[in-house]
């Protein structure tokens, strides 16, 4: 047997329970198959590795905090949020942050940037060593679906905290002066607790205070915010999140620590969302590749919905759940689509040989003809011949000339 050394060391790493040394011995094998042309089940290797990655608990890498550096009661299910005194509205809601969820799927920056302040709650005596403590201030900004609110979640897991959110245009009240003793009493309940405090949809009150059109009660609102943040610091975490950054006034900036940008995800960050929402279903890597190329562009959101629909479309067609299956469940949700930002979509929604050729043909992609085939169900001869025949030169500059 070619790699009996290697699966030996496998199973030896997994009697004993060293998921590091597993990943590390599994990681061996797939550069042994890769070189041995055996790139199917190389490919096959790594999305289970994926896979082990994405439904690893969280609970074994949590951080561990000194009781120092957050202070406050322990918050329990059954404790009353504050309300609205004049509509009796909830001013909050509590989320208990499971443990054994999914890391979300970010960019290699992100993914370092997010770890890094978890990092931080860890290093407290090297912190405080060159006269600085962990980030209790995080300003999450970018585009709806992007996956700010799950990021979020995720932290307040990771830390092994309750996250208390807020609606920030929930607190806005007609009547005047509530708004601003609405946001004292969610603060003063914030600060009560050892927990996180999440205030979404910031914008709607962090507005530029010189804004023309703003009366001086939003003024006054904005600066019972700003006074609130200084002081939660002595208390515990705070996270805001908006879609709106550049509404935000600068002296709101100011008070948070760290500023986090989630954009749309890129090339790897796209196959391992992909990967992730299209299960059950195991799509092999040129699929990934394929629906990767298609979606550029978009958020984790509207990746999640357009797989959603592929599966939906699948489930019912009655093909099977291979990559053409996925291919032409995939054409099929995108033609139903009013528009498409990506040309690669576009092409795809009305004309999937002339998808092929746009394929074959960009060397970027870097996708053999039989992986277009295992792709697409195209024979690798069909593929060479629109290859050839450039059947998507005609749409592309349709395309371009719109």
């Known amino acids: 047997m070619e790699h009996f050394a290697v699966i030996q060391s496998i199973v030896r790493a997994g009697l004993a329970g060293d998921r590091e ?12 198959l890769e070189k041995a042309g055996e790139t199917k089940e190389a490919a096959t290797l ?15 890498s949590r951080v561990e905090m000194s ?14 949020p504050p309300i609205d005194r004049e509509t009796g509205a909830r001013l909050c ?15 290699a920056v992100v993914s370092e940037a997010v770890e890094g302040l978890l990092q931080e709650w860890t290093s407290e005596a090297a912190l405080q060593e060159v006269g600085v403590s962990p980030t209790r201030s995080l300003l999450i900004y970018g585009p709806p679906g992007s996956g700010k609110t799950i990021t979020a979640h995720y932290i307040a ?28 009493n969610l603060f003063d309940f914030a600060n009560r607790y050892a927990c996180v405090l999440l205030l979404d949809e910031f914008d709607a009150l962090a507005k530029l205070r010189d804004d023309p059109q703003e009366i001086g009660e939003i003024k006054r609102v904005v600066n019972t915010l700003l006074q609130n943040l200084d002081q939660r610091r002595s208390f515990g975490i705070t996270i805001a999140i908006t879609n709106h950054d550049r509404l935000l006034d600068p002296a709101v900036w100011r008070r948070f620590e760290t500023h986090l940008q989630l954009g749309e995800p890129d090339e790897t960050a796209r196959e391992s969302l992909i990967a992730r929402f299209l299960q059950p279903i195991e799509a092999p890597a040129s699929t990934l590749r394929v629906f990767s190329y298609c979606l550029a562009g978009r958020t984790g959101a509207d990746i999640e919905r357009v797989c959603a629909a592929v599966k939906r479309t699948l489930a019912l067609s009655g093909e099977s759940h291979d990559g053409p299956g996925l291919f032409h469940a995939l054409s099929s949700v995108l033609a139903r689509a009013p528009q498409h ?14 998808f092929v050729s746009l394929i074959a043909n960009d060397g970027a ?8 085939g295992e792709a697409t169900g195209y024979g690798q001869s069909r593929v060479s011949d629109l290859k050839k025949a450039k059947r998507h030169l005609p749409l592309l500059e349709a395309s371009h000339a719109q």
Request: hydrophobic share 40%.
């Open 46 to 60: 790594e999305r289970l590795r994926a896979a082990a990655r994405d439904t690893q608990e969280l609970a074994p």
């Open 157 to 184: 897991a990771r830390l092994g905290l309750p996250l208390v959110v807020a609606r920030i245009d929930g607190l806005i009240s007609s009547f005047l002066g509530t708004t601003a003793r609405n946001i004292a």
């Open 365 to 372: 992609l870097s996708l053999k003809q039989t992986e277009i």
């Open 93 to 107: 809601g509590i989320d208990f942050p499971g443990r054994n969820g999914r890391a979300p799927v970010y960019g």
């Open 21 to 32: 040394a597993v990943d590390k011995q599994v990681l061996r094998l797939r550069e042994r």
């Open 67 to 80: 009781r120092g550096q957050i202070s406050g009661e322990t918050l329990e299910q059954g404790i009353n």
């Open 341 to 354: 930002d990506h040309v690669a979509a576009r092409i795809l929604a009305v004309d999937q040989e002339a």
